[in-house]
């Protein structure tokens, strides 16, 4: 079992949300996962230009650090989406990875996945940074098993964050393993579904990669 981390704050080493992001695979790794991390900001990844030859081939345009992120990405079972919190979102690298991900929204790529965000701020907005990468990864078919946060300003909020998100490691490693259900998520997947099997049966001459990908999976 694998599981990825994937920091967004150009801090490196000096991240206080890579520091939550490996508690949480240290968490992974204790409870029996493989873990891989990718700081996000090392990389070169480009805007999405929204030509859509995603939707059509299944494949970017762009020639960067973006196909290696994905096929990661999409290699594991289980993920950790850290950001800091930057005037109230996530940061604009973490931002532009998910830009890049629309054919994962359209084609539920993440299906089958559990997934688990963390965030730090300097005084507030963690939890709804955390909410907004959970909302995002659910919505590309994920399940999403928690968060955890911290605000730097509050004492002891970091120490308290390390030990739930180290604690998040392995209830993502359990979720995968029991294959957890999250009731008020699967409404949610059923929702989305049902939205994007129309616009993909609509544009089916168009988009023929995620026609095919819709067909193949026999839910359309
Ligand atoms: C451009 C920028 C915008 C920020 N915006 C916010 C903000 O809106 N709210 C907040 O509480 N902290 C904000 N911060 C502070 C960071 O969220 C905080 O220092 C965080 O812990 C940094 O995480 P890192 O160490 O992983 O980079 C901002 C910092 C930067 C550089």
């Known amino acids: 079992m694998e599981i990825l981390g994937i920091n ?26 493989e873990t891989k991390l990718i700081d996000l900001c090392s990389l070169k990844i480009d805007y999405c ?15 960067d650090d973006f196909g290696q992120v994905y096929d990661e990405i999409m290699a594991s079972e289980g ?21 890049r991900m629309s054919d994962a929204i359209h084609c539920q790529l993440l299906f089958g ?4 965000a ?5 005084s507030q907005g963690h939890q709804e940074v955390e909410d907004y ?22 004492p002891n909020g970091m120490a308290e964050a390390m030990e ?8 993502l490693v359990a979720d995968i393993k029991n294959k957890a259900v999250y009731v008020e998520q699967e409404e949610v997947h059923k929702m989305i579904k049902e939205q994007f099997g129309k616009i993909v049966d609509a544009n ?15 839910w359309l």
């Open 79 to 99: 993920l950790v989406l850290g950001s800091p919190v930057y005037f109230g979102l996530v940061t604009a690298q973490m931002k532009t990875l998910i830009d």
């Open 113 to 116: 996945k559990y997934a688990c």
């Open 204 to 218: 089916k001459d168009e988009w023929t990669h995620e026609y095919e990908h819709w067909t193949k999976m026999g």
């Open 118 to 122: 963390v965030s730090t701020a300097g």
């Open 164 to 171: 739930k998100a180290f604690k998040l490691g392995q209830t």
């Open 8 to 33: 967004g704050s150009p801090r490196g080493a000096n991240s206080m949300t890579m520091k939550l992001v490996e508690a949480v695979l240290e968490g992974a790794k204790e409870a029996g996962a």
């Open 133 to 154: 990468i959970n909302r995002i990864m659910v919505a590309m078919g994920a399940n999403a098993a928690g968060s955890a946060g911290a605000d730097m300003a509050v």
């Open 49 to 63: 230009d929204a030509c859509g030859v995603c939707y059509k081939k299944g494949k970017c345009v762009h020639e």
